[in-house]
Structures are given as C-alpha cells and as structure tokens.
C-alpha cells in the first residue's frame, strides 16, 4: 500500500510540475508575442482585460503537432461590435505530442522545439489581435502564387510565428530585416519568406 501511495504522490507531483512549467511558457509567449506584434505595427484588441481566463490545454483529439484558437465572443449590452468584442473561454488546445515537445518531455531537435514554440505564437495572435476574419489584406506571400493568404488574421499570424522563430533561431536576419526603410507589411512578408527557407530549404 505504501509503495502504491508514493507513486501516486510523484505522479501528482509531476502533474503540478508540468502544470508550471507550462503556465510559465504561457506568459513568456504572451509577452513575446506582445512584443513582436508592437514591433510589426499588428494592433491588440481594446478590451482584452475583459476576457475570461486564458489558458493552453491538451486536447486528445488534436493529431500531431498541431494546435488550434478556440473561443466564444463576448460583447457588452448585447451589442454585437466585433471591434469590442471579448472572449469566453480562451483556448490554445495542442496535442499530446505537441504538449510532450513544448515541455520537453520527448526528447527532439531545437529547430523542432522553436517550431512549436512559434505554432503558440501564431495562435496566441488570433487571440490577440484587433483584426478580424472579414478583413484582408491582399498579398502573395513566399513569393508563390499558392501560398497566398488573403485574411488579414492569417498574415499577421502567420508572420509573427515566423518572427518568433527568427528572434530565437537567426536573430541576426531578423534584426537586418526589422533595420530595413521599408514598411511593416513588407517586412512581415521577408519575415515569413527568411523563416520558410529554413523551414522546408528545398521549397524554391
């Protein structure tokens, strides 16, 4: 009985461990991601402070590394403004792979790490942002007809994935494309267009 009872004590243990562990990723990420976003000129919703809690969570039914924004909208006096909207229920939910990476519990390379690192970022925009789903912003991304994202809210998202990773993997290609006289948008799109290079190098 003994030995059973300790198990079950380092079991709860390690549950609480990883618990923190990755409620202090959750609020380095938000503050990067912040940060990146100030940096790319990408607004941050008006009330914010009025959502529910925010929180990462597995998601069994979330195949590989994969992780998606789900939430509801809240609006003030039943007024269905999207620009004042806030969120019930705010969720990254990631996989049980995509969790076992993020926390270093499956032993993997660093560029698969940052990879999944700039995935929380890429949706800890949709939770941020102030744009919306109805808005574009017509563009070819990646110098390819067929990687065109026509919605505002996948070009920010996407683009700020791609700083987070450069801010950690090349901070040298980030910094000389952030030092460039040219607008926030294009440099969103070198952003993006530096970072796929690494990501799939035999894509051009």
């Given at each position: 009985m003994n030995s059973i009872m300790i198990a079950l004590f380092f079991i709860c243990l390690n549950i609480n461990n990883n618990?923190?562990?990755?409620?202090?990723?959750?609020?380095?990420?938000?503050?990067?991601?912040?940060?990146?976003?100030?940096?790319l000129n990408i607004g941050i919703r008006d009330n914010l402070e009025k959502d529910e809690p925010f929180l990462i969570i597995v998601d069994s039914s979330i195949k590989e590394l994969n992780a998606k924004f789900t939430m509801e909208y809240g609006f003030d006096s039943g007024k269905k403004d999207l620009a004042s909207r806030?969120?019930?229920?705010?969720?990254?939910?990631?996989?049980?792979?995509?969790?076992?990476?993020?926390?270093?519990?499956?032993?993997?390379?660093n560029l698969i790490y940052l990879q999944t690192k700039s995935i929380i970022a890429h949706e800890l925009t949709h939770y941020l942002q102030k744009s919306i789903m109805n808005d574009f912003a017509p563009y070819t991304a990646l110098g390819d007809?067929?990687?065109?994202?026509?919605?505002l809210t996948e070009f920010e998202a996407y683009?700020?994935?791609?700083?987070?990773?450069?801010?950690?993997?090349?901070?040298?290609?980030?910094k000389k494309i952030m030092?460039?006289?040219?607008?926030?948008?294009?440099?969103?799109i070198l952003i993006m267009n530096v970072a796929t290079d690494i990501f799939f190098p035999d894509s051009r």
């Open positions: 618990e923190s562990k990755l409620k202090k990723i959750q609020i380095a990420l938000i503050k990067e991601t912040k940060k990146a976003m100030a940096d806030w969120y019930k229920e705010p969720r990254i939910r990631i996989s049980p792979i995509f969790y076992s990476i993020l926390l270093k519990i499956r032993d993997t390379s007809p067929d990687m065109e994202q026509k919605s683009s700020i994935g791609c700083y987070y990773f450069l801010s950690k993997y090349n901070s040298g290609s980030l030092n460039s006289l040219v607008s926030p948008k294009e440099k969103m």
